[in-house]
């Protein structure tokens, strides 16, 4: 039977959660199909895509572009490599379905429905798979099918759908890469710091240079610091342990230093592995900024130095933190050899809000006097966080104007754009980027460090 060896790239926005696989004419010739013939996408998991024809410059490139959901299903990673054939499909007699992260009221018609949405797609136990609804992806986990293998979901299908949410874990994909407008530097830029590091340490001690220990992402709140470790955390192949900072203290009540050594034990033998610290600022504030608690502050900031000093690089532990607030941070905490790289996470650009806003509007019914150009104009100094929040305001106000409303208008957005106003002001980035800068001038070896 012919099959290829491809290279995985990633999906382009349109394309996310369409279950295809784009493939160049080429490839679809020594496979001996067509598009939207079924392939049979294997890497670490076997799953399913519909063949579709590739960009016209992806041709001659021996890739294959697919979803972060398929690629989840696959379990491949971006620039990894699968092997993809003709699938033989079988109809599904029974297929069960668990939702992520929620509880359903399930009944007949709601059966009916999603069956229906999912006609003709074809779908391998532990997949995820989408399912559109009022506008919304829904992600369900496909938790058994009978017969095994790659089925095909027809009317003679009996569909079950659990009310209860699949266990954590069970290749539930989250954020990916896809879920992100803009950022495309800023995600290459964590992934060559935290990944290649821990994926290919030879390569490191060949070239004699030092991975990082501890990498700060840092900027205006609501521009995608979170969503962007959550996305490395899902398409990495290392296993990420996310501590908030604010938990720390709440659920570890006077032993939060513990709480800190145990995340890194987990870790050493979790390894490889990435602790992300989020809010970091509530986690080791400035000392003497005057919080009275008595001494835990102080003792959670020297328990997170010993363990940070004691990593061994190339021992497959980093810790990436996040933060708005660089300048409440122990500046102890951003010493060399500590988090030492810092990555700026910008407030959105026109190409950046231009992506986000088609995140947000995706599976909105959009009428057609809305130009997303013209919203991408009207709002400067928005952050991905106010742009998702419009979107959702216009489909508010959409139904507010009319329970039935069919589409979004540019009225709508006209009408949110009132209630929803930018939360980036214009001298932020100059001030983030000053203020690191002092930080690195502390930091010079020369210079006695308080
Ligand atoms: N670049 C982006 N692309 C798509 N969605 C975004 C982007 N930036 C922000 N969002 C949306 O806004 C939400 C908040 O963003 P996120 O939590 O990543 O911000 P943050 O930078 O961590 O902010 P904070 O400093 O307040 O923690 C995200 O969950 C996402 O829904
Ligand atoms: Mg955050």
């Not at 790239?9 to 490839?27: L, N, P, S, Y």
Request: proline fraction near 6%; charged fraction near 30%.
């Amino acid at each position: 039977m012919s099959e290829v060896q491809l290279r995985v790239g990633d999906a382009r926005q349109r394309d996310v959660g369409r279950g295809i696989a784009r493939i160049d004419q080429r490839t679809m010739q020594k496979l001996g199909i067509s598009a939207g013939d079924v392939i049979e996408i294997v890497g670490k998991r076997t799953t399913s895509a519909i063949a579709w024809p590739a960009y016209s410059e992806d041709q001659n490139r021996d890739m294959i572009r697919i979803d972060g959901f398929t690629r989840k299903n696959a379990g491949v990673a971006i620039n990894e490599y699968v092997i993809v054939r003709p699938a033989k499909v079988k109809e599904a007699l029974n297929v069960t379905l668990a939702p992520v992260d929620m509880r359903l009221n399930v009944d007949e018609d709601f059966t009916n429905f999603v069956k229906n949405r999912l006609m003709e797609r074809t779908l391998v136990e532990g997949d995820t798979t989408l399912v559109m609804m009022l506008g919304h992806a829904i992600p369900f986990v496909v938790t058994k099918t009978r017969p095994h293998g790659i089925v095909k979901v027809t009317a003679e299908t009996r569909l079950t759908i659990l009310s209860e949410p699949a266990p954590e874990g069970k290749g539930v994909p989250r954020t990916t890469y896809e879920d992100i407008g803009g950022l495309h530097e800023e995600i290459q830029r964590v992934r060559e710091m935290v990944e290649l590091p821990l994926r290919h340490p030879e390569l490191f001690q060949r070239l004699g240079i030092e991975p990082p220990k501890g990498v700060l992402l840092h900027g205006p709140p609501g521009c995608g610091k979170t969503l962007l470790a959550r996305a490395v955390a899902t398409e990495s192949e290392a296993n990420f342990i996310t501590i908030k900072g604010p938990e720390v203290f709440s659920k570890w009540v006077g032993e939060s230093e513990k709480a800190i050594r145990e995340v890194f034990r987990k870790a050493r033998m979790a390894a490889p592995a990435v602790i992300f610290f989020d809010e970091i600022d509530s986690l080791v504030p400035r000392r003497g900024l005057g919080f009275a608690d008595s001494g835990v502050t102080e003792r959670v900031i020297s328990q997170l130095l010993t363990e940070m000093d004691g990593i061994v690089t190339l021992e497959d532990v980093v810790v990436i933190a996040a933060t708005n607030r660089p300048d409440i941070v122990d500046p102890a905490v951003l010493r060399p050899g500590r988090f030492d790289r810092l990555i700026y996470v910008p407030e959105p650009d026109e190409k950046s809000r231009l992506q986000i806003f088609k995140i947000y509007t995706k599976g909105m019914p959009l009428a057609k006097d809305v130009s997303l150009e013209n919203l991408v104009a009207l709002t400067k100094n928005y952050s991905g966080a106010d742009i998702e929040a419009l979107c959702r305001e216009a489909a508010m106000q959409a139904l507010r104007r009319d329970v039935n409303a069919k589409e979004v208008t540019m009225k709508d957005f006209e009408e949110a754009l009132k209630r929803i106003g930018p939360s980036i002001t214009p001298d932020m980035e100059k001030w983030y980027k000053s203020f690191m800068q002092q930080v690195r001038q502390v930091q010079k070896p020369a210079t006695p460090v308080a």
